[in-house]
């Protein structure tokens, strides 16, 4: 058996729908064309409040970006939420995507190395491995490293 043929056909989405790591990694969003207003996940109605007109178009996000902020998992997810173990601490980002999304990711790079204002990248990384399956989210990883 080609070993890493198999690999390859085990690696699937935490969530499926969500996000396409085919060609260049993004997230499966929406923008309101009336306010500009983006979304992720999709929506089916714009929330702005000053939106004269809902309407909604699927797009989606991705490239790069600037950690506006972040915080640090200290301790293991409650469950559903599922982890590889031991436990190992990680940056979670709150990344402003060039292209207008402000969106929450785990951040790929390790803890010590997180600084507000650093540029990112999106990527779908592996975040469990389960029963022989790897399981696939986004994240932000560090252009600067
Ligand atoms: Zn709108």
Not at 2 to 22: H, I, M, Q, W
Not at 30 to 37: E, G, I, M
Not at 44 to 58: K, L, M, Q
Not at 83 to 89: L, N
Request: with cysteine; net charge negative.
């Amino acid at each position: 058996m080609d070993d890493s043929t198999n690999k390859a056909s085990l690696r699937e989405p935490c969530v499926p729908g969500l996000f396409s790591e085919e060609g260049e990694p993004s997230l499966h969003g929406a923008r309101c064309t009336c306010c500009d207003t983006p979304y992720f996940p999709r929506v089916a109605a714009c929330r702005n409040p000053g939106c004269d007109e809902s309407r909604i178009v699927p797009c989606t996000f991705g490239g790069e970006g600037r950690l506006w902020s972040y915080s640090v998992a200290d301790f293991p997810p409650p469950p559903p939420h599922r982890y590889d173990k031991p436990f190992m601490p990680y940056a979670i980002g709150v990344v402003d995507l060039d292209s207008g999304l402000r969106v929450v990711g785990q951040m790929v790079d390790a803890v010590e190395f997180m600084q507000v204002g650093s540029r990112v990248r999106l990527v779908i990384e592996p975040i469990h491995h389960e029963d022989g399956r790897t399981f696939t989210s986004w994240k932000f990883k560090l252009l600067d490293r």
